[in-house]
């Protein structure tokens, strides 16, 4: 494999399932088959994953799921890397493959704008609303021109967004909804038409598809990914619109901090990341190096509990 482009793939499918643990049980082992990375979430609702590989076992994998009943007509949105944005593969049951938290009826049939259709709206200055349905370190990172932060943490939080978006925007507003792959939107473009708004189109494919058919238009920045890499150029080229949390400099390099009982996603330049050993701020630092201290004479002891951390950039 060496020298050789990684595939990464992204997909997801609305499609009920009732067997969870065959589906997961027998989707594991021809991933394993193959040698592939990735995650791959199962619930009732359907199938939402993200796997790794050379192009020979992806193109494998993709005849495994298109051959899968209900699936032939899965959509795999595809970028290419130099290595394993996974470390491990990783099949998994969830009650949501996206979590909102709410029932929605997924069934139903959605509305689409093509990329044509969305740049096109743009060129004509039609009377729309574009409306990101990430998270909000997502959208600091890169997103449509005039699109609206919901100011979200969580995908779960959407729903309470809506209710104060509908006191201000007419129901029969012309929206524009998008998200990385388009399985956010999908889902939140269903859940704002039931809570009465008439006029919602999701980005079709989302951000990777419309900026693979129409690079270096309307797309501002860089894209967030739920894998190692954190980021991903999307083959645009864009400078970063984002700055170094310590210093002000352009920079669009994302880290945790350090310190693990902060453990804050931030955009951190290198040279800050070196004078701060891997933390957000002087304040993290100087207490990461004294927890270091204790944490070291706790393991003497062997009285160190590694504590419980929540991920920070949950969907």
């Known amino acids: 494999m060496v020298n050789e482009d990684i595939h990464i793939l992204l997909f997801y499918k609305f499609i009920p399932i009732d067997d969870l643990e065959y589906f997961v049980r027998t989707h594991a082992r021809k991933c ?15 199938v939402n994953g993200s796997v790794s590989g050379t192009q020979e076992q992806l193109e494998q994998y993709k005849t495994f799921v298109r051959s899968l009943p209900g699936f032939a007509d899965v959509w795999f949105k595809e970028e290419i890397g130099k290595s394993h944005p996974f470390n491990k593969m990783i099949v998994r049951i969830r009650e949501e493959i996206v979590s909102l938290k709410r029932a929605v009826d997924m069934t139903k049939k959605r509305k689409y704008v093509s990329p044509d ?5 743009y060129e004509q200055e039609e009377d729309f609303i ?12 890169g997103r449509f021109k005039k699109a609206i932060n919901p100011a979200i ?32 939107c999908e889902k939140a473009s269903v859940y704002m038409e ?22 270096n238009t309307l797309w501002e920045g860089k894209c967030f990914v739920f894998d190692k890499r954190l980021v991903s150029d999307l083959g645009q080229g864009n400078t ?76």
């Open 32 to 46: 394993k088959e193959l040698g592939i990375f990735g995650k791959v979430l199962v619930a009732h609702e359907g």
């Open 194 to 215: 039931e809570q009465g708004f008439s006029n919602v189109h999701q980005l079709q494919g989302g951000i990777i598809n419309f900026c693979q058919q129409k690079p």
């Open 240 to 315: 970063p619109i984002t700055y170094c949390v310590s210093c002000g400099t352009v920079c669009d390099l994302l880290r945790n901090c350090k310190y693990v009982r902060c453990d804050k996603l931030v955009v951190q330049c290198s040279n800050c990341q070196e004078q701060l050993h891997g933390c957000c701020s002087k304040q993290c630092m100087h207490t990461f190096l004294q927890y270091s201290k204790e944490r070291a004479e706790k393991k003497k002891k062997g009285e160190w509990v590694a504590p419980k951390l929540e991920q920070t950039y949950a969907i």
């Open 153 to 184: 943490k969580t995908f779960r939080e959407f729903p309470a967004f809506v209710n104060e978006f509908k006191k201000q925007v007419s129901p029969d507003k012309k929206i524009f909804i998008y998200c990385t792959g388009g399985i956010r």
């Open 130 to 141: 574009v409306l990101d349905a990430r998270n909000d370190y997502e959208y600091t990172l």
């Open 117 to 121: 259709e969305f740049l096109k709206a």
